[in-house]
């Protein structure tokens, strides 16, 4: 059975995925703030995160960006006013979350 974005849907409000994939020890379940951030990267096709983050937004982003064959991509803003993009096997490192976007809309 092929990974589809209901899958990911229910992985996300802690119900089984319907197919195999998922894990007890890897965390999925989001909280409604985390949704609300899930959503808009939808939207936008990257997340936006910040250093103080649980796991699980990022667990469901990857498997939501395979379901959609989209790249995974992810912002990571730090305290400190550095932020990170986050792609598959690479991070590349800035100045300000700022160019860090440019960077990303540039892959898009």
């Known amino acids: 059975m092929k990974l589809r974005e209901k899958h990911i849907e229910r992985?996300?409000?802690?119900?089984?995925?319907?197919?195999?994939?998922?894990s007890r020890a890897v965390p999925h379940h989001l909280h409604?703030?985390?949704?609300k951030k899930f959503?808009?990267?939808i939207?936008?096709?990257?997340?936006?995160?910040?250093d103080r983050l649980r796991p699980n937004l990022l667990n469901i982003w990857e498997k939501y960006c395979t379901?959609?064959?989209w790249?995974?991509?992810?912002?990571?803003?730090?305290?400190d006013g550095?932020?990170?993009v986050m792609?598959?096997?690479?991070?590349?490192?800035?100045n300000n979350p700022k160019e860090a976007q440019q960077f990303i809309e540039t892959l898009l």
Do not use: C, D, H
């Open 11 to 22: 992985l996300a409000k802690g119900k089984r995925s319907g197919i195999n994939i998922g």
């Open 32 to 35: 409604q703030y985390e949704q």
């Open 39 to 41: 959503s808009a990267a």
């Open 43 to 50: 939207k936008r096709r990257f997340l936006i995160i910040n």
């Open 67 to 69: 379901a959609r064959q």
């Open 71 to 79: 790249p995974f991509l992810v912002l990571l803003r730090r305290r």
């Open 82 to 84: 550095s932020a990170v």
């Open 87 to 94: 792609q598959t096997k690479t991070e590349t490192s800035f």
